[in-house]
């Protein structure tokens, strides 16, 4: 099963600011299969990007994603404030399960 | 509009039975996997499997399999998931989701608002 970890844990930033979240798999991961979401408190996960880069519909274009191999990011460029949240990516398994990261909760400074 | 809509909250005594369900619309639901995702304080977001409603293939994940059953009635567009003895470390919010198509297919592109599970003596 492939693990993934992102850093950091939270991370204290202001509106305006941009935001870099981190995502490290334990082994290879093809791009295509590498998503991020989104999650509000009391809400339901939403998915930004996939296959690494990808923004899904509706979501604003200062979500971008990028990496491979073992190694993604996902920027923000300018926070506004209801991106604050926190922050999920995840791995098709294949024959594996599939998994999510621990997540990054992004709060306001 | 895509939309998934689960079974509301649901308060059980271990040993005790339970089938939640969330019904998809606004898209052809026997041609989509539906996934299960358990969501808990201490270990997050946890893949549990997914079933294709068009013939009830379902992939289990080894943490869960032998300890849920998903199932489908594609007549009614709907998913389940059940237990046939709850403990009480089953307690959890749980959120069906359609895993995409095409190049989105490694990614759930659409999520239930979840079924908070709570399960205790």
Known sequence: ?109 | EVQLVQSGAEVKKPGESLKISCKGSGYNFATYWIGWVRQTPGKGLEWMGMVYPDDSDTRYSPSFQGQVTFSVDKSISTAYLQWSSLKASDSAMYYCARRGGGISSWSFDYWGQGTLVTVSS
Request: with cysteine.
């Open chain 1, 1 to 109: 099963e492939i693990v993934l970890t992102q850093s950091p844990g939270t991370l204290s930033l202001s509106p305006g600011e941009r935001a870099t979240l981190s995502c490290r798999a334990s082994q290879y991961v093809s791009s295509s299969y590498l998503a991020w979401y989104q999650q509000k408190a009391g809400q339901a996960p939403r998915l930004l990007i996939y296959g690494a880069s990808s923004r899904a519909t509706g979501i604003s274009g200062r979500f971008s994603g990028s990496g491979s191999g073992t190694d993604f990011t996902l920027t923000i460029s300018r926070l506004e404030p209801e991106d604050f949240a926190v922050y999920y990516c995840q791995q098709y398994g294949g024959s594996s399960p599939w998994t999510f990261g621990q997540g990054t909760k992004v709060e306001i400074k």
